[in-house]
Each structure stands twice: as structure tokens, then as C-alpha cells.
């Protein structure tokens, strides 16, 4: 009697999907500066561009038809790139070097790409109107992977993620380089202090009432800068 086993159908795409994606891609914003981890493996412009769509050549069946899966972001398998095609047509290079390593298995690559874009548009818009906004958001990590969205598929926004990296968060940051820094909120109740061994404070703002723009000399010898209500700071 001949058995047969049946394969696993595949999860829907679209709404679904892309929630799921951005469940599992959020990222803290606590207040360190520890950079949030990237993928570890990396893929050039003509390697992307060498891959294959499923729909111009068929895919070779056998054991080195395909790369083996590596953990995606989210610690899961991923596709391999022969596999990473959308529904109609084709992707670009650059997206196919953004989804390189990135889409985990049984997700629309599509719905992947798409949470890509839209931090894209994130901080596009919101630069438009208020660039220390969008840096301040780079800075803070509010937008999940922007610095790979940014990277692959809006380079024009590099001198943002470029000037974010030149500032950390609001929280406590270790051993801050000594020198004044603005804070990237026009928002009442923004405080810091500089403290030094032993906690002992050095420095410390802002004065009685608060400031509409806040600004904080960090002397030398500062171990730790504690702020709160700050949102992000960035060299004045």
C-alpha cells in the first residue's frame, strides 16, 4: 500500500505576513548605544544581480541546487536567494541584496521587502518636515532595521544615518566623549548629569525652568551621562 505524504501548505502573504515581520523585526530603544545586530552575511550588486528569477530560468533540482539556509534575524531558517522571487515580476539588485539572508521561510518576500520600503518612506517624510526628527528616530532606533533599509535601498538618505551615528540616546550612556551636545527635543522636562567617580555629579542642566533647546557641556573625566526626556543627543 503506497503512502503519501502531504506538504505543509504555505502560509498567506500580504497583511498577515508583514505583520509578523514587523512583530519580530522591532528593536529597543533603550538607552545604550550598542548599534542593533546585523545580518552577518553580506552579498555585492552583481552577486544580486546574478540571481536568477524563478520565472526566467527553472530551477535545477539536486543537493547544490540551492545555498543552505542560514538564521535569519528573527533566529529562524531563511530562503535561499533561488527562492526569493515575487508573485509577478521581478526584483531590482539592490532589493534582491536587501532580501539576501533576511526572509525567513514560509514569509512573502514581497511583505519583507515592503517593511523595508516603508522605513524608507518613514524617514524620507518625516525628514522633510523636521530632519533632527528623522535623525533623532535613527539615533533612538525606532525604525526596525533602518540602517539596512537605508543601505540597500535608500542610499540617498546615508548622510542621516551617518549623522545619527555620531550621537546616542536618551537613557545613560558610559563614558561619553567630553564636549557639548544638543538634545533633539523642543519638548518641556529634558534633564542630564554628568557624573564622574564615585557618581559624584560634574555637571548637570538644565537650569530652573527648563530650556526650549537643551545643550550639555560634558566635561572630562565624566564616567557616566544619565539623561531623561531627551529623546536623542547629537554633538552641538
Known amino acids: 500500500m503506497h503512502t503519501r505524504t502531504l506538504r505543509p501548505a504555505r502560509r ?7 505583520t509578523a515581520l514587523l512583530a519580530l523585526a522591532g528593536c529597543s530603544a533603550h538607552g545604550g548605544t550598542r ?3 546585523r545580518p552577518s552575511q553580506s552579498i555585492s550588486d552583481e552577486q544580486a544581480a546574478a540571481v536568477p528569477d524563478e520565472q526566467a530560468s527553472p530551477r535545477v533540482e539536486g543537493p547544490s541546487a540551492a545555498p543552505k539556509a542560514s538564521p535569519s534575524p528573527t ?6 536567494d533561488a527562492k526569493i522571487t515575487p508573485a509577478t515580476g521581478s526584483f531590482t539588485a539592490r532589493e534582491k541584496k536587501y532580501l539576501h539572508g533576511r526572509v525567513p521561510v514560509n514569509m512573502d518576500p514581497a511583505a519583507v521587502l515592503q517593511a523595508g520600503q516603508e522605513a524608507c518612506q518613514r524617514i524620507e517624510r518625516t525628514a522633510a ?6 535623525i533623532g528616530a535613527l539615533v533612538a532606533h ?4 533602518a540602517d539596512d533599509a537605508v543601505d540597500q535601498l535608500c542610499p540617498k538618505l546615508k548622510p542621516l544615518l551617518r549623522t545619527a551615528a555620531t550621537g546616542f540616546p536618551d537613557g545613560t550612556r558610559d563614558k561619553p566623549r567630553a564636549g557639548a551636545y544638543r538634545a533633539l527635543t523642543t519638548a518641556q522636562g529634558c534633564t542630564w548629569k554628568a557624573l564622574g567617580a564615585g557618581g559624584r555629579v560634574l555637571a548637570s542642566g538644565p537650569g530652573p525652568g527648563g530650556a526650549k533647546k537643551v545643550t550639555a557641556q560634558v566635561p572630562s573625566g565624566t564616567l557616566t551621562f544619565v539623561s531623561s526626556g531627551c529623546y536623542a543627543w547629537l554633538p552641538a
Not at 75 to 80: A, C, I, N, T, Y
Open 142 to 145: 525606532e525604525i526596525p532595521a
Open 12 to 18: 498567506g502573504a500580504g497583511a498577515v505576513a508583514l
Open 75 to 80: 533566529g529562524g531558517p531563511v530562503l535561499p
Open 129 to 134: 518636515h523636521d530632519k533632527d526628527a528623522a
Open 35 to 37: 548599534a542593533a545586530p
